[in-house]
């Protein structure tokens, strides 16, 4: 399957893109740009359905690395949604997809460490990155 070939998607998952992708574009992203990030985040668990929306990544600025993806997740239409921090590694991008999957339940994320305060500036304390690492049992990046 070509890349950004989205006939192995289903009905389902092509309306969430298009809901994700209007919601975009309501933020003043670009068409272009919208579809990109839209059809990038509807994430899949491993054989299963969509869990979330990957809303941003973290950088760990000294290591000059991808940390965390923060996922979006429950909530209807944008409202009352959760965040968690994910570390990065437990993705896997599936080009078939055109995708990230994830091994993890919605009701595992309900349990998942709070995000601690200062990850929109990515300021974050070592103690919060290991809670959330022995939360998902996989070992810390650094």
């Known amino acids: ?3 950004g070939d989205k006939s192995k998607y289903t009905d389902k998952q092509k309306r969430q893109a298009e809901h994700i992708e209007a ?5 003043g992203v670009s068409e272009r740009e919208a579809e990109r990030r839209a059809w990038a985040t509807v994430n899949k668990m491993t054989g299963g359905g969509k869990v979330g929306t990957i809303e941003r990544v973290m950088i760990d600025k000294r290591a000059g690395r991808v940390a965390y993806a923060v ?3 429950g909530g209807f239409l944008g409202m009352g949604q959760d965040y ?3 570390p990065w ?3 896997r991008y599936n080009e078939n997809l055109d995708a990230y999957e994830m091994n993890i339940t ?3 994320l309900r349990g ?3 995000i601690a305060q200062g990850w929109d500036s990515g300021i974050v304390s070592r103690d919060w990155e290991r809670k959330v ?3 998902y049992g996989v070992d810390p990046y650094w």
């Open 1 to 3: 399957m070509a890349r």
């Open 71 to 73: 996922m979006s997740f």
């Open 23 to 27: 919601g975009y574009e309501e933020r």
């Open 89 to 91: 590694h437990m993705l």
């Open 112 to 114: 998942a460490p709070a």
């Open 133 to 135: 690492h022995t939360y």
């Open 106 to 108: 919605e009701n595992q």
């Open 84 to 86: 968690v921090a994910l």
